[in-house]
């Protein structure tokens, strides 16, 4: 788990080593423990690195193979590598190290950009032929890993975060209209390849994106789940899915429990992160560190689950971590949670994951987490009026996926940002339209949940695991995103998974491991009441962020707007409960914090 870098010259000229070693220098956070650059012909590599697999310096980055002629740089970990090594040596290779960063190149050398079929983990990667000068780029299947580009007529950079291309400097940093939209529109999600500046793009999840040496490109699409019924299933009981679902879950579980450092778990006392624990007790983790995170009640809204946490706690006997965050802490850490964010996101969640994963940095390096699950098994609210008839076709099903999940429609983003900024016609109602439309899901449910494991998924939840625990040099590992499970899921009758109020079919499963007291009770958030509610000197950030200098030049924001939602500061909320005028604030606050002036394109 680590940040890379990498420059590759499209001209003919050598890389800028200093703006790589800078991007590089921009991620320490996510790799403290070394640092490493590499250049060679057109292109040069720059590596943060965390140490979590072969702690020797066997396993540093960039790793060069001189026998096959191959470098890489990469994030991530791969989970099967052990198993994949003793393949590749019954092929006659050889190793040098015990690191699965050398299974990469070994794998690519053997199987070519098919390689990553073989893989199973999360990862990002750049691997170079020393004697071609081709470049592979490469994003695992899910996008728990992230990828970003930014190229001109002269070359091309990539980064594991947004913020380490622009600290390489020469970056487009005007505001994305179409992205804009997409983040005030798809619940702040902007999809691949999209980031909210014209300048910098993300590499898909499941891609692989080829440079060649005449500087002809080419991107490849690796995987996609099928949200259809399969045959071989169709005599399946109830039992028989939640003896499949347990199964494939426990082997997620196990696989990644695979590191050279201890792993524990974050654990909210929700019905997923309290069966992790259990399937990690199950295989014999006793004494495992676990960590919850609560924080003071704000407006009558409460702010920790710590009841149910304790209670998965005691029943497994882990070493549990209780953190109380008080609400002084909170103001100073929300500075730190928007510098760690690559693309600017509005869920309250980051600045708890920020601070949850400081205090967790402190007893260990890795941990898993509960994210994925509502995804992957239909926990929200918006699935089960989507099995109605009214949502069967398309156009329902769209109807009600938008109603429910997006924030405002056109008209309503009119209203809000100057006429610099908008972008032409509803482009995320066409994104999620055609989404929909494409074969491989059937009905309303499968449709949205295809929407969500693919794409909501990676830009919200996913992303702000990756980008909050890298901040403190914290590997998170997400198993209910196993590729086997994800696929496994996506086969199952919506109406199992819809079952008992959301993730029916995991729930029952679930009572074979975890206590029912939290399976049975009201589904509950990561809650943090003081972004909730704004009052105090919350209000006060965000009303100054909105009039300062660097917003008022921007004017990305119709000031009459911002004076309307600053008058009622928690009066308007968006379906899915997010205050409107945090939404608008936190984009302020990430455009000020990253020195992004985002003028109109």
């Known amino acids: 788990m680590c940040g890379a870098a990498g420059e590759v010259r499209l001209d003919g000229r050598t890389p800028d080593i200093s703006a790589v070693s800078a991007m590089a220098d921009a991620m320490a956070p996510r790799g403290p423990d070394a640092a490493g650059v590499w250049s060679q012909g057109r292109v040069a590599l720059g590596h943060r690195r965390l140490k979590i697999i072969d702690l020797t310096e066997a396993g540093a980055q960039p790793m060069v193979d001189p026998e096959l002629g191959l470098t890489v740089c990469w994030n991530g970990c791969i989970y099967n590598y052990q198993e994949l090594r003793r393949e590749l040596s019954g092929h006659g290779y050889r190793f040098f190290s015990h690191s699965d960063t050398e299974v990469l190149l070994k794998a690519y050398h053997h199987w ?3 390689f990553v079929e073989h893989l199973m983990g999360m990862f990002a990667f750049a691997i170079v032929e020393r004697d071609t000068g081709r470049v592979l780029l490469g994003r695992d299947r899910l996008g728990i890993k992230p990828l970003y580009i930014t190229e001109d007529n002269h070359r091309l950079r990539f980064a594991s975060s947004l913020p380490a291309l622009l600290a390489g400097g020469g970056v ?32 898909p999840p499941a891609s692989v994106v080829a440079i060649e040496p005449d500087g002809s490109r080419h991107t490849t699409v690796y995987w996609s789940p099928d949200f259809t019924r399969h045959a071989d299933h169709a005599d399946w009981s109830e039992k028989d899915w939640e003896d499949a679902v347990l199964e494939s879950l426990r ?28 399937l990690l007790a199950e295989a014999g983790q006793h004494g495992l560190s676990t960590f ?37 802490r909170m103001l100073p850490a929300l500075d730190g949670a928007i510098a760690a964010m690559s693309e600017p996101m509005v869920s309250h969640d980051c600045v708890a994951f920020y601070l949850l994963s400081q205090e967790v940095s402190k007893h260990v390096k890795v941990v898993q987490s509960g994210q994925g699950a509502d ?26 996926y938008r109603s429910a999940f997006f924030d405002r429609d056109s008209a309503g983003v009119g209203a809000l940002i100057s006429d610099g900024y908008r972008a032409d016609g509803d482009p995320s109602g066409v994104f999620v339209t055609d989404h929909f439309a494409a074969a491989g899901a059937q009905t309303g449910v499968d449709r949205a949940l295809r929407l969500d494991t693919t794409v909501m998924l990676v830009d919200d939840p996913v992303k702000r695991v990756d980008n909050m625990t890298m901040a403190w040099g914290l590997e998170g590992r997400v198993p209910f995103l196993d590729h086997e499970l994800v696929e496994l899921a ?23 491991v975890i206590p029912a007291a939290v399976i049975d009770r009201p589904k509950g958030y990561f809650p943090v009441p003081a972004l909730t509610h704004l009052e105090g000197p919350y209000l006060d950030l965000v009303r100054n962020a909105l009039y300062a200098p660097e917003a008022k030049e921007r004017g990305l924001f119709r000031p009459e707007a911002v004076d309307r939602l600053l008058a009622d ?19 302020e606050l990430w455009l000020q914090r990253h020195g992004v002036t985002g003028a109109a394109a």
């Open 172 to 203: 487009d940093t005007r505001i994305d209209p179409i992205a804009l939209h997409h983040y005030l529109t798809f619940h702040s999600v902007v999809p691949p390849p999209l980031t909210i500046l014209q300048g910098i793009k993300k590499v």
């Open 112 to 114: 070519g950009d098919r």
């Open 251 to 278: 082997r997620a579980v196990e696989r990644r429990l695979v590191a050279d450092v201890p792993v524990g778990c974050l654990l909210s006392g929700g019905v997923d992160s309290s069966l992790i624990v259990g």
């Open 292 to 328: 919850s995170i609560g924080f003071e009640s704000v407006g009558g809204v409460a702010g920790d689950e710590f009841k149910y946490s304790d209670i998965i706690a005691e029943h497994f006997d882990t070493d549990h971590h209780q953190i109380r965050i008080g609400t002084d």
């Open 490 to 512: 996506a086969t199952c009758p919506p109406g199992l998974k819809t079952a008992h109020g959301g993730k029916g079919v995991l729930k029952q499963a679930a009572r074979r």
């Open 569 to 587: 500061p928690n009066g308007r909320l968006t379906p899915l409960r997010g205050n409107e005028l945090w939404q608008i604030a936190l984009l």
């Open 375 to 400: 995804e992957v098994f239909a926990g929200y609210h918006w699935y089960p009026p989507m099995a109605e008839p009214g949502a069967a076709g398309l156009e329902g099903s769209v109807a009600s």
